[in-house]
């Protein structure tokens, strides 16, 4: 069946080092991925999304990478900061369902 | 801007007891609107979704049931509370497929 899953469920990083976080899915008919951040107590907040037909795509001190050909999505944080510290789900949409399938997370731990 | 709005943000009922969770958007029209379950620690499971008022998707059997009003309101409901229902409640928006959705706040729901 469908499933998004992450590599590993926490990731600690010192403050002002990049942090890579990694996601594998299986469904290939997927074609549209979207990184959400969760902080304790509140709904997952959009931070930035990508479409099959590229590569990569980048935002302020994010970036996102899909290797559709070994089915993996990384989220690239640059110069990690104590306000990054959350849990971050990728997230596939297949085909214009409109119905998104979350991966369990991962918790980013940012030490200062 | 668009927002969206949940209420209560906690909630304790005893078991066997009706539910009301309200969700509304502001700033949006016609948007499609999303219910979704998380349990601790773990990703989001879409319970409901409807592109419309009145149109209304399940996608995991359960003992709740969603209804749309009016455009901008989406509504979770239950008639008899289990204790399996405890969880974190989220609503979410999208302008249409294959687009971001945008979270509310949730609802931790705890059932005794």
């Known amino acids: 069946g469908e499933s998004v899953g992450l590599h590993l469920p926490t990731l600690s990083v010192q403050e002002g080092d990049n942090s890579i976080i990694n996601c594998a899915y299986s469904?290939?008919?997927?074609?549209?991925f979207i990184w959400y951040k969760q902080e304790s107590g509140k709904g997952p907040q959009f931070i930035i999304d990508?479409?099959?037909?590229?590569d990569k795509r980048q935002g302020q001190r994010v970036t996102v990478l899909l290797n559709k050909t070994v089915k993996h999505l990384s989220l690239q944080i640059a110069a990690t900061q104590p306000g990054d510290s959350a849990v971050y789900f990728c997230?596939?949409?297949?085909?214009?369902?409109?119905?998104?399938?979350f991966g369990q997370g991962t918790t980013l731990q940012v030490k200062p | 801007s668009q927002t969206i709005h949940q209420w209560p943000a906690t909630l304790v009922q005893p078991v066997g007891s009706p539910l009301s969770l309200e969700c509304t958007v502001e700033?949006?029209?016609?948007?499609?609107l999303y219910w979704y379950r998380q349990a601790a620690g773990r990703g989001l499971q879409l319970l409901f979704y409807?592109?419309?008022?009145?149109?209304i998707s399940s996608e995991v059997p359960q003992n709740l049931s969603a209804s749309r009003p009016q455009d901008r309101q989406f509504i979770l409901s239950s008639k008899k509370l289990l204790l399996s229902d405890s969880g974190f409640y989220l609503c979410?928006?999208?302008?249409?497929?294959?687009?971001?959705?945008?979270f509310g706040d949730g609802t931790r729901l705890s059932i005794l």
């Open positions: 979410a928006w999208s302008a249409d497929e294959n687009q971001p959705q945008h």
């Open positions: 469904n290939s008919a997927s074609d549209y």
């Open positions: 990508i479409r099959s037909n590229m």
């Open positions: 997230a596939e949409e297949t085909s214009n369902t409109g119905k998104l399938i």
């Open positions: 700033g949006t029209s016609n948007p499609n």
């Open positions: 409807s592109v419309g008022i009145g149109q």
